[in-house]
């Protein structure tokens, strides 16, 4: 019976061992923060993407929520582009590096507003169709 424990427990300690290393293969790196206008106030629904800085591919997209708040995901390392966009705002491009120890990286972001940023149009055409 000594022979089976100790194979039982070389056993469990080498599944559990794998089981860590293929957690760490795939370790996915959390990207977050604050996005706020020039006063800190907390700017609701803007466009966040995660792009490919080589063939700007989209590898993952959020908007931040009613404080500002967002949160990105990537199992990816290497080279992105961090792009920020909202109507009224200019928008923001910034360079990340992550790498294979990065699990958490927290970037906040203050947006300023775009000047004469209102729409107005040169002529407005209203049609009315009538049927006969």
Not at 91 to 97: E, F, L, N, P, Y
């Amino acid at each position: 019976m000594g022979r089976r424990k100790e194979k039982a427990i070389k056993l469990s300690t080498l599944i559990v061992t794998l089981f860590i290393a293929l957690n760490f293969s795939y370790a996915q790196t959390k990207i977050s923060g604050v996005i706020t206008d020039i006063n800190k106030t907390p700017l609701y629904s803007v466009n966040i993407l995660l792009k490919d800085s080589i063939d700007s591919s989209i590898l993952d997209y959020s908007h931040s929520e009613t404080f500002g708040k967002y949160v990105l995901k990537t199992t990816q390392k290497g080279t992105f582009n961090l792009f920020f966009s909202s109507l009224g705002f200019e928008s923001k491009t910034i360079a990340i590096t992550i790498d294979k120890t990065q699990t958490d990286i927290k970037i906040d972001i203050i947006f300023l507003f775009l000047a004469n940023c209102s729409v107005q149009p040169d002529s407005i055409i209203l049609e009315s169709l009538h049927n006969s």
